[in-house]
């Protein structure tokens, strides 16, 4: 069985701050780990993924993870906030194996930018 | 490309009722996911289809059902609407098996359904 933990389902930052999503995961089997973000009304769109190799990886709009075996985590960061940033954010976690492709999603992070 | 496209936006319904949402795959992708998002909660997997049939299923009841068509689409029904089935449900694609190391699911702009 696999889960992922979103900590802090609201985090406010100011623009031009460092953001910081917090997620930690849970698998028997490797995991491949994904970040979405979901704006008001919209489906999700894919910010980042981790499948194998280098564990920082970066992804749309500025933003990185920094995958952690020993940790079990699984951040998401970006410098600097922008207005445009604000938005819920959702850590999912899924099999390596063909077949066993299903997304098991956290409870997601509303991220809001202070002017 | 139109991406993942969802029919209807909205739609209303009464408890007891059936429903069939819609789904057209990215061009290229064969494998359709259903994901359900109550208000405040992440996704929950309800299915995916490939290759016409159901390959893996979430913990959703048998009232939750669905197909694939030999062009990729998808529909998803649900029989005797109950209240708690208010939710926006989510499609996704993915490419098939050989890019399955690698492959990542796209999002529709989902279906808002509320039961009354």
């Known amino acids: 069985a696999q889960s992922v933990t979103q900590l802090g389902s609201h985090v406010s930052v100011s623009e031009g701050a460092l953001v910081l999503l917090r997620c930690n995961y849970s698998?028997?089997?490797?995991?491949?780990l994904f970040w979405y973000v979901q704006y008001p009304n919209q489906g999700l769109q894919l910010l980042l993924k981790?499948?194998?190799?280098?564990?920082l990886v970066k992804g749309i709009n500025g933003f990185e993870a920094e995958f952690k075996k020993s940790e079990t985590s699984f951040h998401l960061t970006k410098p600097s906030a922008h207005m445009s940033d604000a938005a819920e954010y959702f850590c999912?976690?899924?099999?390596?194996?063909?077949?066993?492709?299903?997304?098991?999603f956290g409870t997601g992070t509303r991220l809001t930018i202070i002017p | 490309d139109a991406g993942v496209t969802q029919s209807p936006t909205h739609l209303i319904k009464t408890r007891g009722q059936q429903v069939t949402l819609r789904c057209s795959p990215k061009?290229?992708?064969?494998?359709v996911s259903w994901y359900q998002q109550a208000l405040g909660q992440g996704p929950q997997f309800i299915f995916q289809?490939?290759?016409?049939?159901?390959?893996q299923r979430g913990n959703f009841p048998d009232r939750f059902s669905g197909h694939q068509f030999p062009n990729y689409s998808s529909e998803l029904n649900v029989n005797a609407l109950l209240l708690g089935d208010s939710a926006l449900y989510l499609c996704?694609?993915?490419?098939?098996?050989?890019?399955?190391?690698?492959?990542?699911?796209?999002f529709g702009p989902g279906t808002r359904l509320t039961v009354l």
């Open positions: 996704a694609s993915s490419p098939g098996p050989v890019l399955s190391s690698y492959n990542e699911q796209f």
């Open positions: 698998s028997s089997v490797p995991p491949y």
């Open positions: 981790y499948t194998t190799g280098a564990t």
């Open positions: 999912a976690v899924r099999g390596p194996n063909f077949g066993n492709e299903k997304l098991t």
């Open positions: 061009s290229g992708h064969d494998t």
């Open positions: 289809y490939y290759e016409e049939e159901e390959r």
